[in-house]
């Protein structure tokens, strides 16, 4: 079994590769039981994210979530994923979890956004300065040409210093000390915070924008306001977001829009089911929660890389 660490799974997650890699299994399907959620310890939860292709590989995730490790110095969440044969049950590797779910993360959006933004999207807004966000216009550019990145977080002097981490990168990246002003002149506009209230307003949002809505991965968090998803093509990465996410709850309960709104999922984007966006001019969004086929693409991704 082979011990697959952050630096060596990240070298192994090429976004361009990472992208056709989630693709091809969206549109492939796999099988993906409900997470299970234990409390090993007081003070900690623990997610359980399993997915297969039966005969093929199987994934298993444990995320391991401690708020008080703030007091002791350490990240509140540590994460694994074990790749076993699907034939056998024989280990194949053990993989740093965050790592991989921070990329294959960003690339679901990417994905979706090679079927829903602009062909000629340049200009990415960052909102939130991250993990997941500090990945996104790599991601992006896998997709679009991106040439002008944006960044506004809740704390200043985190995007001034994410936006030149970029530009040591050699990107054409700045703070934005406005949102509204940012979300205004962006073709898209890219979500990651843990938001328990609407950042994004679908007032500043522009004709022909595409928002991605990354947090919200619970119903009591909040990224966007109801106008961001008034009148605008919904799109989800599984169901499972319409359950979950707060984002979609609140809006669905206000009659904003109903689930027979929604156009498509991820995987019916990947298999041609549905199409993406239907012109120039229409606002898109594309709502994620997360999901373990994505844990499973990577970690397949990875186990190939390093053979």
């Known amino acids: 079994m ?26 492939g399907g796999c099988e993906v039981p409900p997470r299970q959620v234990l409390q090993p310890a007081e003070g900690m939860t623990s997610l359980i994210m399993p997915a297969w292709v039966a005969g093929g590989a199987y ?3 444990i995320v391991n979530i401690a708020p008080g490790n703030a007091a002791r110095g350490l990240p509140g969440l540590h994460s694994t994923v074990l790749l076993h044969d699907g034939a056998t049950g024989r280990p194949l590797a053990l993989i740093d979890g ?29 909102v939130g300065a991250g ?43 700045r703070a934005a000390p406005s949102l509204a002003a940012a979300a ?13 209230a609407p950042l994004m307003q679908g007032a500043w949002l522009r004709a022909g924008s595409h928002l991605d809505l990354i947090g919200s991965f619970t119903p009591a968090m909040r990224e966007a306001d109801d106008a961001c998803l008034r009148d605008a093509g919904l799109y989800i990465d599984t ?12 809006p669905m309960s206000r009659g904003v829009f109903t689930r027979d709104s929604v156009r498509g999922t991820l995987a019916d984007l990947c298999r041609g089911q549905v199409a993406g966006r239907h012109d120039a001019a229409e606002r ?14 990577a970690a397949m991704l990875v186990h190939a890389q390093t053979a």
């Open 2 to 27: 082979k011990i697959i660490g952050a630096r060596a799974a990240a070298a192994a997650l090429p976004f361009d590769r990472l992208i056709a890699a989630l693709r091809a299994r969206f549109a």
């Open 284 to 297: 898109t969004v594309f709502k994620s929660v997360g999901t373990a086929l994505e844990d499973l693409a």
């Open 239 to 250: 169901a499972e977001a319409l359950a979950k996410s707060g984002d979609l709850l609140g």
């Open 59 to 61: 994934a298993v995730k």
């Open 184 to 196: 205004a002149e962006a073709d898209i506009v890219s979500c990651a915070t843990l938001s328990t």
């Open 131 to 173: 993990r997941v966000a500090e990945l996104l216009p790599a991601a992006y550019a896998a997709v679009r040409r991106i040439d002008r990145v944006s960044v506004w977080a809740r704390r200043p002097e985190a995007a001034r210093a994410l936006a030149a981490r970029w530009r040591r990168q050699g990107l054409a990246a």
């Open 98 to 126: 965050d790592t991989i779910t921070a990329r294959r993360t960003a690339a679901a959006s990417a994905l979706a956004a090679d079927h829903l933004a602009r062909q000629d999207a340049r200009h990415l807004l960052v």
